[in-house]
Structures are given as C-alpha cells and as structure tokens.
C-alpha cells in the first residue's frame, strides 16, 4: 500500500486470555506494515502485561484502548482476565465481558474506524459493529481442522468427513452438548442492532495455509452458509 495513503483504521476485540491477544497482536504488527492504523482493545489489566510488547517501532500505528467490564462482587478488575483466574470463574468472565457492551458503543463514538476485527466472544461485537456501519472480519486463534470439527456439531445428521478427526461416544456426547449449550447462551445474549441496513461480512480470517488444511478450509466453506475464507501463512 502507498504510505501516501491515508491509512485504514481498525479496531481489534480478542477474547480476554493471553493465547488469543498474542496472534491479534502479531496480526496487528503485520497489518501496521501495510500502513493500517490499529486500535487493541482489551480490559486495563491486559494492557499492563502487553504495553512491553509494543516496541518503538509499533508505538505510532498501534494504539492500546481500554474497555471496561463492570466490576462484579467475585470480579474485580484485576481478575478481568484469564491469566492466574480461578477455572470456576471463567463462566462469569465471560458474562462480565457480556456486559460491557454499552461501555463498547462509547468506544465506536469515538473512533473512526474502516473495520473491526474480533474474536468468538462477546457475542455482540459483530452486531454492535454492523450497527454503525463497520465491516466485521471473524479472526479464528485455532486452525481450520478444530473449527471444522466444532462447526459440524451443529449438522447432526451428517457425518464428518474425514474419520481420522473422531471422539469417543462419550466425549462427543459432552462436546456437542457443550456446543448446543454455547449456541443457546450466545443467541439468549446477543444484541439486535437497530436502524441497520449494511448486513454482516461474512468474512474469516485464518493462520494457516491451504497446503496443511485446505481440505478442512473447503469443508469450512461448505457448512458455512457462504462464510468466506482468508488465509495467512506469514504471520
């Protein structure tokens, strides 16, 4: 891209654990070459153990944005993360981040923004985005084999397609009620955005390659109902 250019603005939403802001970040150093403007966003916690990662080089195209859950009674703002958290806690980390959607609406006020890119959770950034006009791109921190997996859950009926990848009777019985409860949860919570005509990109950005996954990425094509694919090795 010429640097000329005016440089596109992003916003980054991964989920609130270390092994999902790690490739959103990598992913950030990448696009801030090609002349993008990023904006990460994740609770204040997060950004105090990632602020020495950003080096000088980065310290002009990647903005960190604070976004702030409510502060629930098991839940300080300390423990607005996955690091060091208590498992039996993760449930209501995940509802906290839930929550903090108006607190993400302020944040869209005040950007300006070509795209958002976000992670599985929350539930609403996809809609909430779509609301103001902004673009959303899906980034999946797994590969293309285990999302393939997880997606066939919902298609019952069919069989997977490639036996190598199989549970034992019981763990897919606890893995797709697993799944079946995460549906319903996700559709319970979501947020319906209003006054809104520009439909959803149905758009999903991998770390792989066609070499190592290509037939889980067109299976992935398949069940997805038109969801398109973009890979990337370079990362």
């Known amino acids: 891209m010429d640097s000329n250019q005016s440089k596109m603005n992003v916003l980054m939403l991964p989920?609130?654990?270390?092994?999902?802001?790690?490739?959103?970040?990598?992913l950030a150093?990448?696009?801030?070459?090609?002349?993008?403007?990023?904006?990460?966003?994740?609770?204040?916690?997060?950004?105090k153990s990632i602020k020495k990662r950003i080096t000088d080089k980065y310290s002009l195209s990647i903005e960190l944005v604070e976004i702030h859950l409510p502060s629930l009674?098991?839940?300080?703002?300390?423990?607005?993360?996955?690091?060091?958290?208590?498992?039996?806690?993760?449930?209501?980390?995940?509802?906290?981040?839930?929550?903090?959607?108006?607190?993400?609406?302020?944040?869209?006020?005040?950007?300006?923004?070509?795209?958002?890119?976000?992670?599985?959770?929350?539930?609403?950034?996809?809609?909430?985005?779509?609301?103001?006009?902004?673009?959303?791109?899906?980034l999946m921190t797994s590969g293309a084999m285990a999302v393939s997996f997880s997606l066939h859950m919902f298609h019952p009926d069919d069989e997977f397609p490639f036996p190598i990848i199989q549970l034992h009777e019981f763990h897919e019985k606890l893995f797709r009620q697993m799944f079946e409860t995460a549906a319903k949860t996700s559709k319970e919570k979501q947020v319906?955005?209003?006054?809104?005509?520009?439909?959803?990109?149905?758009?999903m950005l991998f770390n792989t390659f066609r070499e190592l996954e290509g037939k889980y990425i067109d299976y992935l094509s398949a069940i997805g109902e038109n969801v398109e694919l973009a890979t990337d090795s370079s990362m």
């Open 15 to 26: 989920w609130l654990a270390h092994g999902h802001i790690s490739p959103f970040l990598e």
């Open 29 to 47: 150093k990448k696009l801030s070459e090609r002349n993008f403007h990023i904006c990460l966003c994740t609770t204040p916690i997060n950004l």
């Open 73 to 138: 009674p098991e839940l300080p703002p300390h423990y607005h993360t996955t690091n060091g958290l208590s498992i039996h806690l993760n449930s209501t980390l995940q509802e906290a981040f839930e929550m903090a959607s108006p607190n993400f609406c302020n944040i869209l006020k005040t950007l300006s923004l070509d795209l958002l890119i976000h992670d599985i959770r929350p539930s609403w950034a996809r809609p909430i985005a779509s609301s103001y006009n902004i673009p959303a791109v899906h």
């Open 192 to 203: 319906i955005p209003v006054n809104n005509d520009q439909p959803p990109c149905n758009f």
